[in-house]
């Protein structure tokens, strides 16, 4: 696996990149060598952030916690991280290597394999906005996300309300 240690608003040691790369070791036998993890640590009015996100197989895995230390941050994210994967091994063992989620010895609580109940199915037209427009259109009917088609390129968007109050804006890649 591939990691990358983005800070912001603070300095890394070495080590805590050591302790990443080891924590990170845990979770790569589930992966594949093209698989990348970017963690972004911030220091903000004495509080640790640390943000993993981890790509592979077109697949995203992502945690953030925030505590008073940055290792009880990375411990947590890690556990996560884990948690997710093993919550999900059966519908990932076919996207990824799959003798590797079959002989995963679970060392956490195993929730019950779950369908994902869709209750409700929508359609609606998808107009051509630009991203200010689609912020405000989301906004205007209280949602944290809202799908429209980017006047500038044609192509569906989604912005959606960040956990920081900011915004953000899903655009596909081919």
């Known amino acids: 696996m591939n990691i990358s240690i983005i800070s912001k608003n603070t300095s890394v040691r070495d080590s ?3 302790r990443c790369e080891k924590k990170f070791a845990k979770l790569d036998r589930f992966f594949g060598e093209d698989a990348k993890a970017t963690i972004t640590v ?13 790509t592979a197989g077109g697949m995203f895995f992502r945690a953030e916690k925030t505590t008073s ?15 997710q994967i093993t919550r999900n091994k059966k519908k990932l063992e076919h996207k990824f290597r799959g003798e590797k989620f079959s002989e995963l010895a679970v060392d956490f609580y195993e929730e019950p394999a779950e369908d994902y109940g869709i209750v409700k199915t929508k359609q609606f037209r998808v107009n051509p906005m630009d991203v200010q427009e689609a912020i405000l259109q989301m906004n205007l009917l209280g949602h944290d996300f809202f799908m429209f088609r980017n006047a ?7 912005v959606y309300k960040r ?3 900011d915004y953000g804006v899903l655009e596909p890649i081919d």
């Open 16 to 18: 805590f990149r050591e």
């Open 42 to 54: 911030t220091n903000q009015n004495g509080r640790e952030t640390v943000e993993a996100t981890i």
């Open 69 to 83: 230390d940055r290792l009880d941050s990375l411990e947590a994210v890690v556990d996560v991280l884990t948690k």
């Open 152 to 158: 500038e390129t044609g192509e569906i968007n989604v």
């Open 163 to 165: 956990n920081d109050g």
